[in-house]
Nanobody
Framework: QLQIVQSGGGSVQPGGSLRLSCAASGLTLENYAVGWFRQAPGKEREGVALITSTGRATTYADSVRGRFTVTRDNSVNMAYLQMNNLKPEDTAIYYC?????????????????WGQGTQVTVST
């Protein structure tokens, strides 16, 4: 069965760090670009970070650039989102998504597989 399973997340104080993980099963993640998206309460889902299938190129939303880092380890079929200096406005459900091919983009409809989502809460 093809699926993506996320782990990580939780609650943290402002300025703290969290790492999200994205594990693919039933598919070879090295053939897929990965995107990280998030949806805050009452808001539309937005793109956060992208990484190509090779891992050679990454893209970040302006709101997280310099604080978040997306990586991947194709040898273990995993992708990661390291989030540092978290702010209350980062509070959201975070999703990992995979699309076949090298190119990553902030268009949700381009992704074939989605993780279940994981809650990240940043508050005092």
């Amino acid at each position: 069965q093809l699926q993506i399973v996320q782990s990580g997340g939780g609650s943290v104080q402002p300025g703290g760090s969290l790492r999200l993980s994205c594990a693919a099963s039933g598919l070879t993640l090295e053939n897929y670009a990965v995107g990280w998206f998030r949806q805050a309460p009452g808001k539309e889902r937005e793109g956060v970070a992208l990484i190509t299938s090779t891992g050679r190129a990454t893209t970040y939303a302006d709101s997280v650039r310099g604080r978040f880092t997306v990586t991947r380890d194709n040898s273990v079929n995993m992708a990661y989102l390291q989030m540092n200096n978290l702010k209350p406005e980062d509070t959201a459900i975070y999703y990992c998504a995979a699309r076949l091919g090298n190119s990553a983009m902030f268009r949700e409809e381009a992704y074939e597989y989605w993780g279940q989502g994981t809650q990240v809460t940043v508050s005092t």
